[in-house]
């Protein structure tokens, strides 16, 4: 079973398989389209002039977006902070790094410390 996206794919590619004959046969052998009414003159001008049309406006808008994208995206940071960064990073322990006591010993070591504080 062909799923939506296959479809949509496969007219696409049948579309452009077509435009691009059409587009061979009358800029190579024009003289079929005058027996649609179209003159010869007139068909291999525009068809050189539409795709280069179409291809100029294409790169003029890539190149805009660029400059568009360039002109809102804030710079990065300065080298130097972002190696202060990573230094206070290393500096700071992990809890990985640190041995876990057992729950018990660990409860157990609290009251000593709770009682020397008591007693003094």
């Known amino acids: 079973m062909v799923s939506k996206d296959q479809a949509i794919g496969g007219v696409i590619c ?9 587009y061979v046969v009358s800029l190579f052998v024009p003289t079929w389209l005058s027996a649609i009414g179209v003159s010869f003159e007139f068909s291999q001008f525009w068809l050189i002039a539409i ?13 805009a977006w660029i400059g568009w994208t360039m002109a809102t995206t804030p710079p990065p940071k300065p080298i130097e902070e972002i190696t202060t960064e990573m230094e206070e990073k290393k500096e700071e322990p992990k809890m990985e790094e640190l041995k876990p006591e057992e729950p018990a010993a660990g409860a157990m070591a609290e009251e000593k410390k709770f009682e020397k504080k008591k007693k003094s």
């Open 14 to 22: 049948l579309v452009c398989v077509l435009v691009a004959l059409f």
């Open 51 to 63: 795709p280069v049309l179409v291809a100029f406006i294409a790169i003029l808008a890539i190149g």
